[in-house]
């Protein structure tokens, strides 16, 4: 788990870190939560002479925005925790919770690598792959929280199965834990993994360069995809295999120029903001509740005249 302090321009104030615990159980992980939300609270009041007016929070899988719900996390074992309220009456304070990706995504928009961009998708590259559509500084959920899944998209009809049931499916060929998976079984090494395939690229290794352009044929082919129905401005590439840079990015931005056709095509730029781009969206999304903007309802959750932090 990460939290922070965050300012009314997203500005880092404190940041801390801790296991989840989820070996405990999905309950000790919610318990978890609450207690380390109280304990930085705490620390805001001594620290800045007034504690947090509100908070933000953000989990994996599926969430419910509008309701407050962690509908349904795998790795943490949840469904249906009604996180916004729990965390709402332990705090005192108004609540926002939002998707990792999606709060990530909000951060890189306004503060990080797409900020002036009125129209953006910000794709982290991790064990997964999902996608933040960024709309003049807004996160779009969609109709029902399922908006920005591109990497369910699927690229190699009839290829690689996914727990989703579809097979081809872009995360199964683009994330970091495809790229692990296809150069371990390359390389013969079961501890490889995505930036060994990286480095070894680097040095002109034909078996890491056949492995690594497969993953970014398949990245490009539903990046296309995405950008035709999107139209993004700027395409904002983070996660774990976002930190080979150039390695990564040279071969992904020829290998989209050579599919867009009557599309525009957006800038390819790295994620700015690591993985503090969590906590910090959730602290925009927080702020937001303050000003009155966000779209995460307010009224389930206490009210407060603590001033702002």
């Not at 939560?33 to 001594?46: S, T, V």
């Not at 962690?70 to 949840?78: D, E, I, Q, S």
């Not at 797409?114 to 792959?129: E, H, N, Q, S, W």
């Not at 579809?166 to 495809?178: D, F, N, V």
Request: proline share 5%; net charge negative; glycine share 16%.
């Amino acid at each position: 788990m990460k939290a922070a302090l965050v300012d009314e321009n997203g500005g880092l104030l404190h940041q801390a870190r801790r296991p989840t615990g989820r070996e405990r159980g999905p309950d000790a992980v919610v318990e978890g939560i609450l207690g380390f939300a109280a304990e930085l609270r705490a620390h805001g009041a001594e620290r800045f002479g007034e504690p947090a007016a509100a908070a933000g929070v953000a989990v994996p899988g599926i969430v419910d925005e509008d309701e407050g719900v962690a509908a349904y996390a795998a790795n943490l074992g949840w469904r249906d925790v009604p996180l916004r309220d729990l965390l709402g009456r332990r705090l005192g304070l108004p609540v926002a919770l939002g998707h990792d990706v999606r709060t990530g995504g909000l951060a890189e928009g306004r503060i990080g690598a797409g900020k002036g961009a009125d129209r953006y998708l910000f794709v982290p590259l991790g064990t997964g792959i999902a996608g933040a559509i960024g709309i003049d500084g807004r996160v779009e959920a969609g109709a029902h929280g399922f908006a920005g899944e591109i990497g369910h998209i699927v690229v190699r009809p009839g290829g690689t199965a996914c727990p989703c049931g579809q097979h081809g499916c872009l995360e199964r060929y683009a994330s970091a834990s495809a790229v692990s998976l296809a150069w371990a079984e390359a390389c013969g090494d079961a501890d490889a993994d995505a930036a060994d395939c990286a480095k070894a690229v680097r040095s002109g290794d034909t078996r890491a360069r056949a492995v690594w352009q497969e993953a970014v044929d398949a990245l490009a082919d539903g990046l296309v995809t995405a950008l035709t129905l999107l139209d993004p401005r700027t395409l904002i590439i983070g996660g774990g295999l976002a930190e080979a840079g150039e390695t990564l990015f040279a071969p992904l931005r020829e290998a989209v120029r050579r599919r867009v056709t009557f599309q525009k095509l957006p800038a390819i730029v790295p994620a700015a903001l690591g993985d503090t781009a969590g906590c910090l969206g959730a602290g925009l999304l927080a702020w937001d509740l303050l000003g009155g903007t966000s779209a995460a309802a307010a009224p389930h959750s206490p009210s407060s005249t603590t001033p702002r932090r």
